[in-house]
């Protein structure tokens, strides 16, 4: 990709602002052999594993707990053909270098042909996003923003983005939105499924306000978002007295803080189940070498590795 083309393809998503430095900080030392491997196996279409909160700061506990997310996924027999991040990509203020970095840790998941699609969170810079990642940036469905569709034989995953911006590059705006311009896309988008489709974004539906929109609209199965670094599920209401309510799901931060861990989707052909693959659970801060864990802390990562969360492709009337 030469410059100009390059910079004609954030013109055309709408970014705005200076091309920012590009050298980046040293990466830290990831050369774990199961990174070096080819993996073997066939992949499966109709897998998906879902990440959020990634927060990918080179020097500090992220990187390496990403790394070994990514190797879970390269160790999966067979390998998913997707894999979906909803936000928070970059740590707290969404520098160059943090995208740089997170781009070293995924490139093995796109060595072995697994698409990966990026969204958008509260601690990420979209023009920063778009320097590090220009050919995801390029597959927005919408100017302005980074929206996309995770396409499977079976359901789609509509991918929003709730990220407020702060104009202060020292700053973030926590609470996620989704404008009215999107949410007319939204509306639009969704008229024409029949086929199984999943909304997600990083904010909770509270935040978003799309359930309205999703109620309008049959094919839509289930909202799935992040930020809370809390896996839970719930089953929203739309009207009480109908039958007639959304499944949504709340995923686990990858390492940051909270639960940690990942949830493999499978799509199943009259409903779709997401099992959660949890490791750990801290908070603030990763327990140091040779520190116990507190029982509390282990009981609630046992409690909750391997629980599943169910959607259904067809929501009673």
């Not at 997170?102 to 920063?128: F, Q, S, Y």
Request: glycine residues 8%; charged residues 20%.
């Amino acid at each position: 990709m030469n410059r100009r083309t390059f910079l004609g393809g954030l013109a055309a998503i709408g970014i705005q602002g200076s091309l920012m430095n590009l050298n980046a900080s040293p990466l830290p030392n990831m050369t774990d052999p199961r990174r070096q491997k080819k993996p073997s196996g066939r992949m499966d279409e109709n897998l998906v594993v879902l990440i959020s909160d990634m927060h990918v700061l080179a020097g500090s506990h992220t990187p390496a707990r990403l790394t070994r997310v990514v190797n879970d996924i390269l160790a999966m027999k067979p390998l998913p053909a997707n894999v979906v991040g909803l936000g928070d990509l970059a740590n707290l203020y969404g520098h160059v270098e943090d995208y740089e970095c997170a781009r070293e840790i995924l490139k093995p998941l796109e060595d072995a042909g697994i698409k990966v699609t990026l969204g958008m969170g509260n601690h990420d810079r979209r023009g920063n996003f778009a320097l590090i990642f220009p050919e995801k940036a390029a597959q927005t469905r919408l100017q302005g923003r980074m929206v996309f569709i995770v396409e499977t034989p079976r359901a789609d995953i509509i991918v929003l983005d709730s990220l407020q911006e702060d104009p202060d590059l020292g700053k973030w705006i926590t609470p996620g939105a989704i404008n009215e311009e999107q949410a007319q896309w939204l509306r639009n988008t969704l008229k024409g499924y029949s086929k199984p489709v999943f909304v997600s974004a990083h904010h909770p539906e509270d935040e978003t306000k799309v359930l309205p929109i999703l109620r309008e609209c049959p094919a839509c199965c289930g909202y799935i978002y992040g930020h809370e670094h809390h896996w839970h599920t719930g089953w929203p209401v739309f009207q009480w007295g109908k039958r007639d309510l959304m499944r949504t799901m709340c995923l686990p931060s990858t390492g940051y803080w909270g639960d940690i861990g990942y949830a493999v989707l499978n799509l199943g052909e009259d409903q779709a189940t997401a099992t959660l693959h949890q490791s750990d659970f801290f908070f603030n801060y990763p327990l140091k070498e040779g520190e116990e864990m507190p029982l509390l802390w282990s009981l609630m990562v046992k409690d909750n590795d391997g629980q599943k969360c169910s959607f259904s492709y067809r929501r009673p009337e």
